[in-house]
């Protein structure tokens, strides 16, 4: 009797319970985790069912915990390989640092945008 290789998956409990995703449930939140361990669960399901390889628990949870980072931080850095140095799907180009940092000030309180600051009436768009 063979068993069907879908048993031998990790539960949901058992991944968050496990040291990695106790430390990912603190880094993303717990909810979050959580769902994004169901969903990759019910597509580890669907592949094992089409034939492949049950991944290991660690895969699993790593690959729950990349898709939970990128809904609780939004944007998730990556390595542009692709050749292309103003990739519009990747945010054109980096900033430099002093580039960087300029626009964290400017960022971090009230700037004088669309104030002209002589007059102190809206300057023009």
């Known amino acids: 009797m063979t068993v069907d290789a879908r048993r031998t998956l990790p ?3 058992t991944l968050l319970r496990s040291g990695p995703g106790v430390r990912a449930a603190r880094a993303v ?3 979050p985790l959580k ?3 169901l969903r990759t669960l019910d597509e580890v399901r669907a592949e094992v ?3 492949t390889q049950p991944p290991i628990a ?6 729950a ?4 980072s ?3 931080n939004g944007l998730t850095r990556v390595i542009n390989a692709t050749g292309v140095i103003l990739h519009t799907n990747l945010g054109r180009a980096p900033l430099g640092a002093d580039a960087s940092q300029a626009v964290a000030r400017a960022a971090s309180g009230y700037a004088d945008l669309e104030v002209d600051r002589e007059s102190g009436a809206r300057g023009k768009r």
């Open 70 to 72: 990128r809904v609780a």
């Open 49 to 51: 069912a089409a034939g």
């Open 29 to 31: 939140g717990r909810a």
């Open 65 to 68: 915990a990349g898709r939970a």
């Open 35 to 37: 769902q994004a361990i």
């Open 58 to 63: 660690d895969e699993i949870l790593a690959r």
């Open 11 to 13: 539960s949901v409990d």
